[in-house]
């Protein structure tokens, strides 16, 4: 597995979204255990301990996929793999990059940000800077998975302690005004009153987001495609256990757990399996 040389965002809107998630995330989860958990849970007790311990696992996995993300190179390797040789019927899978101005794998396209052609590209992520593909594309739908289940945890918390707890500060035409439009938090009411509901915009941001992203891409990877290929005839769809496996690896029943656990994939992505519909045509 090779390590990207710059992992960090390029452009402009890469940065900021990474911020979002890379900076906000970890002041959110302070607040979140120095606030929010104690008045709710009494400090100590089982379901306090039992809270926390879930936070820590939750923000480890959403941190961890989100830099392996960001730190594994999935691009075109021009170094060790070459394109096969004239003659050989494996050659007329690969295809010419304009940019690149080389032979690619199949499977594999070009992106404009990273400047590179990425092995089973999928798409490139603004939250993460890079693109998502073939060595890390396990990591980008788990981290997405998890800061959906995060966000929902958190969500839960922060409205018991908004809407229950401190129903008399915060339920209020106003404060629906602020949530609406944030910029209201600018101009109107306290610092940590508007801090809070802002964490509580965030909040309600990163579950939007993995909603989105979890709806659309879980289809895609089930059908055992890329983006680039969805809705379109294509080869590559081995049944739901060989499409899963394709993406989060051999050890696919553990490698949910955490993103430190080793899933060795069953393909080296420039060379895949085709389904057994498509060599039948073949044949």
């Given at each position: 597995?090779?390590?990207r040389?710059n ?5 402009l809107?890469?940065?900021?979204c ?8 970890p002041i959110?989860?302070?607040?979140e255990i120095?606030?929010?958990l104690p ?6 007790g089982?379901l306090?301990t039992?809270?926390f311990l879930m936070?820590m ?10 830099l ?14 070459k394109a096969?040789p ?5 050659r007329?899978?690969?295809r010419h990059?304009?940019k690149?101005?080389r032979?690619a ?7 404009k940000?990273c400047?590179v052609?990425i ?15 073939h060595e890390?594309h ?5 981290f997405t998975?998890?800061?959906f289940?995060?966000s ?6 922060n409205s018991?302690f908004?809407w229950?707890l401190?129903a008399d500060?915060y339920?209020?035409w ?7 439009c944030?910029?209201?938090m ?7 009153t508007?801090?809070?509901l802002?964490f509580?915009?965030l ?6 987001y ?9 289809p895609?990877v089930?059908r055992g495609?890329?983006?680039?290929e969805s809705?379109?005839?294509h080869k590559?769809n081995n049944?739901l ?12 029943h553990i490698?949910w757990l955490s993103p430190l656990?080793a ?5 080296d992505g ?6 057994s519909?498509?060599?039948k045509?073949t044949s």
């Amino acid at each position: 597995m090779r390590v990207r040389r710059n992992p960090l965002p390029r452009r402009l809107v890469d940065i900021l979204c990474y911020l979002v998630i890379g900076v906000f995330l970890p002041i959110v989860f302070i607040f979140e255990i120095v606030v929010v958990l104690p008045a709710i849970h009494a400090p100590g007790g089982l379901l306090h301990t039992f809270t926390f311990l879930m936070a820590m696992f939750l923000l480890f996995n959403i941190k961890g996929n989100m830099l392996a993300c960001m730190m594994i190179d999935t691009s075109v390797d021009r170094e060790r793999v070459k394109a096969p040789p004239e003659g050989d019927a494996a050659r007329l899978e690969w295809r010419h990059c304009a940019k690149c101005d080389r032979l690619a794998p199949p499977r594999s396209w070009h992106c404009k940000v990273c400047d590179v052609c990425i092995l089973k590209r999928d798409h490139h992520c603004l939250f993460t800077g890079c693109c998502i593909g073939h060595e890390n594309h396990r990591y980008f739908m788990l981290f997405t998975m998890y800061l959906f289940v995060g966000s929902v945890y958190a969500l839960a918390y922060n409205s018991v302690f908004m809407w229950i707890l401190n129903a008399d500060v915060y339920c209020n035409w106003l404060t629906a005004l602020k949530v609406a439009c944030p910029l209201f938090m600018l101009v109107i009411g306290s610092f940590w009153t508007n801090l809070q509901l802002l964490f509580y915009s965030l909040n309600i941001l990163a579950l939007l987001y993995s909603v989105v992203i979890l709806a659309y891409h879980v289809p895609i990877v089930l059908r055992g495609e890329v983006c680039a290929e969805s809705g379109k005839q294509h080869k590559y769809n081995n049944g739901l256990y060989l499409n899963l496996r394709s993406v989060f690896g051999q050890r696919m029943h553990i490698a949910w757990l955490s993103p430190l656990i080793a899933s060795q994939l069953p393909h080296d992505g420039y060379t895949w399996q085709a389904n057994s519909a498509d060599d039948k045509k073949t044949s």
